[in-house]
């Protein structure tokens, strides 16, 4: 990570945490990582094998629950995935999921890994690039309905009260699916955000 992966990311702006095998930066109003999860049968030269996870968190977020006295211990994550689940990602040797050391060229592994990390990796950063972008993303999945009381939060943080009621509607809309279940708590959070939509609205200048 640190000869072959870190020059590539350094310039991006991206740091190394050794101990968490985890690269992260700070940009905007967001934290980029990138975290690399290494299998629970890694032992020495006999089974080598790790998958990046990639994870996209809020420091506004955090900023602006303190000071509307809402109490958290880290910065909101918003969203993250793992590479097999990023459509733009190639699989070459990423067999069942995982990069493997020990049965594939190293060299070859490094260099996929690092064009997917440049290319694919990148492009799902830049859905937190504007304002609301994560909010336009999350929604065009049709689907992570649980991140809705988050993503109306970021809304209301940036003043959008157009995109909350978007994204309210558009839950309530997904919440019509039979299939779906939805816990209390999620019903619970969004019915709350409804309320302080009407709340938003009327006391608007």
């Known amino acids: 990570m640190t ?3 870190l020059p590539e990311l350094e310039p991006l702006g991206f740091k190394l945490l050794k101990s968490e095998l985890t690269f992260k930066r700070d940009i905007g109003d967001f934290q980029h990582t990138i975290y690399f999860q290494k299998t629970k049968w890694n032992s020495g030269n006999v089974v080598c094998q790790f998958k990046p996870h990639f994870g996209i968190y809020s420091n506004a977020l955090k900023k ?3 000071k509307n006295g809402t109490k ?3 910065n909101p994550l918003i969203h993250n995935r793992q590479a097999e689940y990023l459509e733009c990602w190639n699989h070459e040797l990423y067999e069942n999921s995982w990069y493997d050391l020990v049965n594939y060229d190293n060299n070859k592994v490094v260099e996929i890994l690092k064009n997917n990390l440049l290319n694919c990796g990148m492009e799902f950063f830049k859905h937190s690039e504007s304002e609301i972008g994560i909010v336009d993303y999350i929604m065009s999945l049709n689907s992570y309905y649980y991140l809705t009381p988050t993503l109306f939060d970021i809304c209301k943080m940036y003043d959008k009260k157009e995109k909350a009621n978007e994204l309210l509607k558009w839950f309530r809309n ?3 699916n039979p299939e779906k279940k939805f816990s209390e708590d999620i019903l619970e959070s969004v019915t709350e955000r409804e309320n302080e939509l009407k709340n938003w ?3 608007r200048v």
């Open 201 to 203: 609205l009327q006391h």
């Open 174 to 176: 997904f919440q019509k």
């Open 64 to 66: 602006y629950y303190a």
């Open 72 to 74: 958290i211990s880290e």
């Open 3 to 5: 000869e072959f992966i």
